[in-house]
């Protein structure tokens, strides 16, 4: 029986330049990255001096500067700097378990931590290395055919690149860097000693050109790619080394879109190595292993060291890939497999849309794939995409859906958004840095889009149990609309690496709660230069994630509307961090807090108090100790206090308004003021004068005295 | 009127006629020497009668002098003697103008202790004006309880 058809609302144009980068097309948002320009010099420490001045070009890469340092010791050696830039994370958090890594054939980290330019008051995130690159076996990546013999591959490439990937195995970390254009001759001729070069100035994986990556990391945006996994670097090795031994590229003058088609219809390695080229020795097995597209069949790291101990691998169980009995036609192109029309529907919504509406697509997956669990999961796209309504942004919804219902192991992709469960986190850093559209990652964090994936890939047997906890997490910040929530929130809980956004301190490039008190305090030696407002969004979310007790206990008062409540809430949250971070002195921050606690002075309401505690702040103003400030302002008694004597003064002035209309009524008409306490004063007078008079009228009558 | 009082006031009246025909002489002299007092009452429209009372105390410090000498004469109650201390200007003079300074002490300390009472309430509302004006400096304006306030004592935004 026929699907009844799914009705969508018209579907929007698709925008100019909406296309994904990396998915296959040219083009996108960091296609214009342009670094930014830098200049004078940078201190890492005090011992290590960047010229900004000296860039290193062939070390260097689109996104990520390197440059000259020297060591400031005695030995005075010579080094490579990558300076990062704010809008790519770097992933600053294994610098130190790379730093251990000691393998000849890796470049060596020196120190990770931020450089600081005095002059423009900038701080960036820094990666310092020997400077023992030497030159790059190649300058680009692209159509390269070294026709290297594969047995000089195998020991000078082959050999020590393993040995690189074992080590980094052994410290969990994934190099996300693998290619051609990052392996350097080590200054020796004769490729006798390869060094792999840097990947961690970027975010897994970003600096990878498509065709290194395996097809569902390819789909993704380069910022949205995730973490991924060793069998990724060893996939990235098994395209390198294509390249160093193919003497013909089959996909010569391509571009990355047909490249990817390519591996999605034929595989990679039919992709990358033509069949005219005949390889000898035992690097094709390796190459084969290493270029399975499907992870199952792909080699582990394990396997490639059996192999190379000489062990022949026994076949593993493969799953064939899904191909339909009758190819798809959409939008003037056959399909037997799901994934590359999961890519084409994606960016095709308006014929999507018709695909989906007739029906063609479900009589499609049950006739000619018969796949009973995607038509399950075609129904739960419809009805998860209708959860919400079908509003404006239903057809959106509902193309994301089935784009992971016909590859649920390629990337989530919503409207201009094609990233991994794991890349979300530093596709949503760039965008913020970017100045992006954040509404499309609020709606992949509030809808049920991510909870449809996750249900199809636990379905399929993916182990989502991270996912699910990271992911409503995420969804429990996004309802909270209040400060130190939302997706500044989601934001830092996803990313461990990103600095600290907030336009106040971000050129600080401050990534704990001491290193951001301090970027306060470097600011407010300029007090012009300090903002109305310290805490924002993305400050408070920051501090929540880093340290959720120098700021969780101080979140209503930080996103109250009354200033002296945000007042407060701020000194509070900036006290704890100093005393949490033993900061013994905060001089400038303190001294500008004195005047930024304006408001607090008017929450009295008696002028002297305010004036008693103006006196008091004047003089603990410069000892540095937030502490202090607070302590005197912080008092609840001197408040009570104080309203109970403004309601003393309220009732002063109802009495003395009383009196003075009393008063002056009374005195209105003066010719009666006063009268009758005239009147009685003088019966006393007159009668005294008359008592007087009486007797001594008496007292003459009484001697003999006579009036007549 | 109860009649007990009625009574009481018939008596009144009756022993008050019957003392003044006793002591005619002396009534003489205190009806005659009184009538500034008299007119001064009937002038008089306070309930107080506070004027009446002044003019009459000053009045009978006059009117005394003449009673004495009345009494102690060899007739003290004799209308002849009455009639002939009445007939001498003296007395009339000395009766009178006591009476007449009762008026002026009147006058003069009504008007001086009125004045002095209004100078004192005209310092007081000026005193009052400045003690609104120190609590509204140091309360701020809505300590006149005009305002709307909140828990806190503090004027609700819209009310600033």
Not at chain 1, 50 to 67: E, H, S, T
Not at chain 1, 347 to 352: G, I, M
Not at chain 1, 623 to 628: E, S, T
Not at chain 2, 34 to 49: C, F, G, Y
Request: aromatic content about 10%; some cysteine; overall charge neutral.
């Amino acid at each position: 029986m026929a699907k009844p058809p799914v009705k969508t609302v018209p579907a929007p144009a698709p925008a100019a330049g909406s296309m994904i980068d990396g998915a296959g097309d040219v083009g996108g948002s960091t296609e214009a990255f342009r670094p930014t320009p830098l200049s004078g010099k940078m201190m890492f420490g005090d011992s290590i001096e960047i010229d900004l001045g000296k860039r290193i070009p062939q070390y260097g890469n689109r996104y990520v500067g390197a440059f000259a340092a020297k060591s400031l010791a005695s030995d005075g050696r010579d080094l490579l700097a990558y300076v990062c830039e704010p809008q790519f994370t770097p992933r600053n958090r294994i610098g130190p378990s790379y730093a251990s890594v000691a393998n000849p054939a890796l470049l060596r980290l020196i120190g990770s931590g931020i450089g600081k330019i005095a002059e423009s008051h900038t701080n960036r995130f820094v990666f310092i290395y020997e400077n023992a690159l030497g030159a790059p076996i190649a300058e680009n990546d692209v159509g390269l055919t070294m026709g290297m013999k594969s047995e000089k591959v195998m020991e000078k490439v082959v050999t020590p690149m393993i040995s690189v990937l074992k080590d980094l195995r052994d410290y969990d970390i994934v190099h996300g860097g693998i290619r051609i254009s990052n392996l350097y001759n080590g200054g020796k001729e004769n490729y006798d000693f390869v060094v792999l070069g840097e990947a961690l100035s970027l975010p897994p994986s970003m600096g990878q050109p498509p065709v290194y990556e395996p097809i569902d990391r390819a789909l993704a945006q380069p910022t949205g790619r995730g973490i991924g996994t060793n069998q990724d670097d060893l996939y990235s090795l098994g395209v390198t080394l294509a390249m160093m031994i193919r003497t013909r590229d089959p996909m010569r003058g391509k571009s990355d879109a047909e490249i990817l088609q390519n591996k999605m219809q034929y595989g990679t390695y039919a992709t990358l190595l033509s069949p005219d080229d005949h390889f000898s020795g035992s690097i094709v097995e390796l190459m084969r292993g290493l270029l399975y597209d499907d992870r199952r069949q792909r080699w582990t790291l394990e396997e490639v060291l059996a192999w190379q101990d000489g062990r022949r691998l026994s076949p593993k169980q493969t799953t064939k890939k899904l191909r339909a009995a009758r190819p798809l036609t959409f939008n003037g192109k056959t399909y037997s497999f799901t994934m590359p029309l999961a890519r084409d529907i994606f960016q095709r919504p308006t014929e999507a849309a018709q695909l989906i509406d007739s029906g063609d697509l479900y009589q499609w997956i049950k006739r000619s794939l018969d796949d009973e669990t995607m038509l399950v999961h075609f129904d739960n796209a419809v009805k998860s995409a209708e959860e919400q309504g079908r509003n404006s942004l239903y057809l959106d919804r509902l193309i994301a859906r089935m784009a992971i219902c016909l590859d649920p192991e390629g990337p989530i992709r919503y409207k201009n958004l094609s990233i991994t469960g794991e890349g979300i986190a530093t596709a949503l850093a760039e965008a913020f840095v970017a100045n992006k559209d954040l509404g499309t990652y609020a709606e992949v964090f509030n809808g049920s889009l991510l909870s449809y994936w996750m249900t199809i890939l636990t379905d399929l047997n993916h182990d989502m149990a991270s996912f699910v906890t990271r992911f409503d997490a995420c969804r429990s910040f996004m309802r909270q609309p209040g400060m130190g929530f939302g997706l500044e929130r989601v934001l830092y809980f996803l990313n461990p690496d990103v600095h600290c956004l907030s336009p106040v301190v971000s050129r600080y490039y401050a990534r704990t709660p001491e290193e951001f008190i301090m970027a306060c305090e470097y600011l407010a030696a300029d007090k012009s230069s300090m903002p109305t407002k310290l805490m924002d969004r993305h400050s408070v979310a920051f501090l929540c994630i880093k340290d959720r007790k120098v700021a969780e206990p101080y979140l209503f008062d930080m996103g109250a509307n009354e200033p002296y409540r945000y007042v407060m809430g701020t000194l509070r949250c900036l006290t704890a961090i100093q005393r949490y971070g033993k900061i013994t002195t905060l001089r400038n921050l303190t001294n500008w807090m004195a005047d930024f606690i304006e408001p607090v002075y008017e929450r009295f309401h008696d002028r002297d108090v305010r004036k008693e505690l103006r006196r008091k702040i004047n003089d603990v103003k410069d000892r540095g100790d937030l502490g202090r400030l607070l302590g005197i302002l912080d008092n609840a008694e001197l408040l009570r206090i104080d309203l109970a004597n403004f309601r003393y003064a309220m009732r002063d002035y109802r009495g003395l308004v009383r009196e003075r209309e009393d008063l002056g009524s009374r005195l209105a008409d003066g010719r009666y003021y006063g009268r009758r306490e005239g009147r009685e004063t003088s019966v006393i007078v007159s009668g005294v004068i008359s008592t007087l008079l009486i007797v001594g009228v008496i007292l003459m009558y009484l001697n003999g005295g006579r009036i007549l | 009127m109860s009649k007990a009082n009625a009574f009481r006031k018939h008596l009144l009246t009756f022993v008050f006629l019957v003392t003044a025909a006793l002591f005619g002489a002396s009534t003489m002299i205190l009806f005659f020497g009184m009538l500034p007092t008299i007119a001064a009452n009937v002038v008089d429209k306070s309930r107080q009668k506070s004027r009446a009372i002044s003019v009459g105390m000053m009045n009978l410090s006059g009117v005394m002098p003449f009673l004495l000498e009345l009494w102690m004469s060899p007739a003290p109650n004799s209308f002849d003697h009455a009639l002939t201390i009445l007939l001498q200007p003296k007395t009339v003079v000395i009766m009178y103008s006591i009476a007449a300074a009762g008026y002026a002490i009147e006058a003069a300390v009504t008007g001086m202790v009125a004045t002095m009472l209004q100078q004192r309430a005209a310092a007081r509302l000026r005193r009052i004006d400045f003690e609104v004006q120190e609590l509204v400096d140091r309360w701020n304006y809505y300590v006149d309880g005009a305002t709307q306030l909140d828990d806190a004592g503090f004027p609700y935004p819209n009310d600033d």
